[in-house]
């Protein structure tokens, strides 16, 4: 049993470190925070892969990465082919290896993780994905061209896949976008020091030379809409406008100024480089003390930007404890290492002002965990009399999104959940009105990349079989 | 790239652009806006429309200088473009025959009054405008007004043209004839705004007003311009610009609008700097 011993070799052999800029160093600047693997660690690592004749890895990635093959590439120092085994399923590469939940996927699922420590998938695909980007050489033969044309809405990564994947087809695409550039989340959400914006646009340039055409400063529902983009020509549309509504607690003090949407607060930051200020001309600012609502990816990034932007002390104030945060578990330990202080049990109930409608405190609740609740997880219970002030300038609301009602709105017909999101067949992704499907936040809530990738390209293949049928 | 492909000075630091955005111009409808920038270096700057043509595919903004951005745009002459153009953005004002209505402008407020008051008189409206600026020489777009209404009155806060006061004076000289006026539409600095609806609340005489809060997306995905109407949050973007004007917060509406004093100032010194140093 050579085979055995191998993979008992294997289990032992630990998994290869992301090597990072010191915690008190990126603290301060908006450089990337990891800096990726040396091309003999990337080897090293993918030598650990057991290339399981069954790779239940797989299993776990939503859109169902060649996983094996890829790492056998990588193994064999063939990184350009590595690369190229990527893209066959995943058109963003680059971007899921940096941000996808891996520790919930594919590497929950890798058999050495039973026993040992899983291979560091996402770490190898950004390494392998990250080298096809240097080299630039991107593997397109133009189809032939079906004909069609489809109109996609939202340039987020359910967007965009939906449009690589179309244009793979043969179809003509246009994507219309709402803001100055394509992106979405990507380029509006996540930090530079997490996702820099360079990779985004490549990932986007390489769509542009498949032929896909984007349009930014299309606000659909207003300029057009869903109908008219049907009864001008398009033969099918694509709704994948995210989930960009930001929610407020409804507590006292939330206008005040000091106060924003973790959306305005990183928009600032990272769409409209605030950072550099006065460089770039828009504005962002924090005060000595910040505090974050919420324990989320979104919460996790406000807050380390914060710190980032100057901020001496940065909360994370949150209802229910660590186990129950629900950000990726990496980003939480890069914030504690950053600095970032959590008050758990914590619960914000209102926001003080001064005189001129400044932020001046804010006043918080204590909790203790009580039975489980219907999610099972431990409900949290406010302690009575407990309330406590703390002194802050700043405070983020990062409790979550919901989907923006520009297009469904604008849009007769069109079938949506209680939330307000669109329901769509679960095979097809076509909604209710014919031609038309959607994917991504619109259609889940507010989810993951890999997610809205996902749904991207199964729309894709729904709307090249409809087209097929017409 | 949008490009201004006509600039006419209206008073010192008001300028008025007309913009080739053909697509824009040909759904655009009076109360909407755009959102403009001018480089990659550049806020989202919104600029209510003043007037369009379909036909030519232009969009007229009137811009005032006011700091950093708007003293780029301001600068800006034909030929010169905007990277990014983008509207038309927010709710159309509900335009139909009411009867007798008065369209209140202040200062810049005259442009975005201007589009209002010519469909509220297409539509049938005796059209009763008032218009306010701080003297003669800063009263802007008096010959379009005079197009677009059924009658103008003039207000200026040092008596060189027409009643000497505010618009709530000239709002009272109307009133004071007669008119059975069913509907106001006022737009001007946020303080004439509240001045009006203070005004007309006793008169009990409804009174839209255009919000123009601190702005990034104008889709509704910030919530930067949120305002406090009727005791509810709403995103003027989106959920506006217009709203019921006696249901507005606008001491909250006032302080919002200083969020970035600090930083503004910074940005408008540097401009100075610039300018004196003679480079870019
Ligand atoms: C701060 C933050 C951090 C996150 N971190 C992670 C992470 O680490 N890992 C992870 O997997 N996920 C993360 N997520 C979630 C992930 O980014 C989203 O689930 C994903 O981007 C959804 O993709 P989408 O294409 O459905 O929508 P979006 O990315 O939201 O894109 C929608 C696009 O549609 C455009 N649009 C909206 N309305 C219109 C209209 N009317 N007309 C034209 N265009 C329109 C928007 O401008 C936007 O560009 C994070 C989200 C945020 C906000
Ligand atoms: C819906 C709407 C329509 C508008 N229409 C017009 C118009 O037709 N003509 C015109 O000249 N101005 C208009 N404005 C105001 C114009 O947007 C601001 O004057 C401009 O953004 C100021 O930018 P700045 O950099 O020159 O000045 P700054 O020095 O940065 O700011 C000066 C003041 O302008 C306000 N302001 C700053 N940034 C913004 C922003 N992003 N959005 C809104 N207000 C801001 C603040 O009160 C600030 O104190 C409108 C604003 C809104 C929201
Ligand atoms: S796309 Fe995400 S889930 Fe799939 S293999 Fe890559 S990192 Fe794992
Ligand atoms: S499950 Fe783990 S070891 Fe097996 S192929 Fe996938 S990554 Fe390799
Ligand atoms: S400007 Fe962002 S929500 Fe209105
Ligand atoms: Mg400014």
Request: aromatic share 6%; proline share 5%; glycine share 10%.
């Amino acid at each position: 049993m050579a085979e055995n011993i191998e993979s008992t070799k294997k289990v032992k052999i630990p998994r290869h470190e992301m090597p990072c800029q010191e915690p008190e160093v990126r603290a301060r600047n908006f450089e990337e925070v990891a800096l990726g693997y040396t091309e003999e660690t990337a080897i090293e690592e993918a030598k650990r892969c057991l290339q399981c004749k069954k790779p239940k890895c797989v299993t776990g990635c939503p859109v169902e990465v060649l996983i094996p093959e890829f790492i056998k590439k990588v193994a064999e120092g063939d990184f350009q082919e590595a690369g190229n085994v990527l893209k066959i399923k995943n058109s963003l590469p680059a971007v899921c290896g940096r941000v996808c939940p891996q520790e919930n996927q594919c590497e929950s699922k890798c058999i050495l993780g039973i026993k040992g420590e899983s291979v560091a998938i996402g770490r190898l695909e950004r390494f392998a994905a990250d080298f096809g980007m240097k080299t630039g050489k991107s593997v397109f033969e133009k189809p032939a061209l079906s004909g069609k044309r489809v109109a996609i809405i939202g340039a987020g990564p359910a967007g965009l896949a939906c449009a690589g994947d179309l244009a793979k087809a043969g179809h003509a695409v246009t994507v219309l976008e709402a803001l100055h550039v394509a992106g979405g989340v990507l380029m509006y959400g996540i930090p530079q020091f997490r996702l820099p914006k360079e990779i985004v646009q490549t990932e986007i340039e390489n769509l542009k030379t498949m032929g896909v055409e984007i349009l930014t400063n299309q606000v659909v529902g207003k300029i057009t809409s869903v109908d008219e983009l049907m009864e001008n020509g398009y033969d099918a549309v694509f709704i994948g406008t995210g989930a960009g509504l930001p929610y407020f607690m409804d507590i006292p003090g939330e206008n005040l100024n000091g106060v924003y949407s973790a959306n305005e607060f990183l928009t600032r930051t990272n769409l409209m480089k605030g950072y550099k200020f006065p460089d770039y001309a828009t504005p962002v600012k924090v005060g000595k003390n910040v505090a974050v609502l919420g324990a989320g990816n979104v919460a996790m990034d406000s807050a380390r930007t914060a710190l980032r932007l100057g901020a001496e002390n940065v909360y994370i104030i949150y209802r229910r404890s660590r186990d129950e945060m629900p950000a990726r578990k990496e980003e939480l330990e890069h914030a504690e290492e950053e600095g970032i202080q959590f008050r758990l049990l914590t619960n914000p109930v209102a926001i003080e002002g001064d005189e001129r409608g400044w932020v001046k405190s804010l006043t918080c609740l204590r909790y203790e965990l009580g039975e489980p609740d219907a999610s099972g997880r431990r409900a949290p219970i406010a302690i009575k009399g407990s309330e406590f002030d703390i002194p802050m300038d700043t405070v983020v609301v990062a409790i979550g999104q919901g989907p923006n009602p520009l297009v469904t709105t604008s849009t007769p017909g069109l079938e949506l959940n209680k939330r307000g999101n669109i329901v769509a067949d679960p095979e097809t992704l076509m909604t209710s009105k014919p031609g038309v499907f959607a994917g991504g936040d619109i259609v889940t809530g507010a989810a993951t990349v890999i997610l809205a990738m996902g749904a991207g390209k199964k729309a894709a293949a729904g709307i090249d079989q409809y087209l097929k049928g017409k | 790239m949008y490009h201004v492909v006509k600039k006419r000075l209206l008073a010192t630091g008001i300028a008025l652009l007309d913009v080739n955005a053909p697509a824009v111009a040909a759904k655009v409808e009076p109360g909407q806006f755009v959102i403009v920038r001018v480089d990659e270096q550049s806020e989202r700057i919104p600029l209510t429309v003043m007037d369009f043509d379909r036909e030519k595919g232009t969009i007229t903004i009137v811009v005032q200088d006011v700091g950093y951005s708007s003293a780029i745009i301001t600068g800006m002459n034909e030929g010169d473009a905007f990277q990014d153009f983008v509207g038309p953005l927010g709710v159309e004002s509900e335009i139909e025959n009411y009867g007798t209505v008065v369209c209140i402008g202040g200062g810049l407020g005259i442009a975005p009054i201007h589009p209002i008051a010519r469909a509220l008189k297409d539509a049938g409206n005796h059209v009763i405008s008032v218009l306010g600026a701080r003297s003669a020489d800063l009263l802007i777009l008096e010959d379009e007004m005079a197009a677009a209404s059924s009658e103008v009155v003039i207000a200026t806060n040092d008596g060189s043209k027409g009643v000497k006061g505010f618009v709530t004076d000239g709002l009272a000289e109307v009133l004071a004839q007669g008119h059975q006026v069913k509907a106001i539409w006022a737009i001007g600095p946020m303080i004439m705004m509240k001045a009006v609806v203070d005004y007309t609340r006793s008169l009990g005489i409804k009174t839209i007003v255009s919000m123009n809060p601190i702005m990034v997306d104008g889709t509704g995905m910030c919530g930067a311009c949120r305002i406090s109407v009727g005791n509810e949050t709403k995103f003027a973007c989106v959920d506006g610009p217009e709203f019921d004007g006696h249901l507005v917060d606008f001491d909250l509406a006032m302080k919002r609008l200083a969020f970035y004093k600090d930083e503004e100032n910074r940005a408008k010194a540097r401009l100075e700097c610039n300018h004196e140093g003679g480079h870019h």
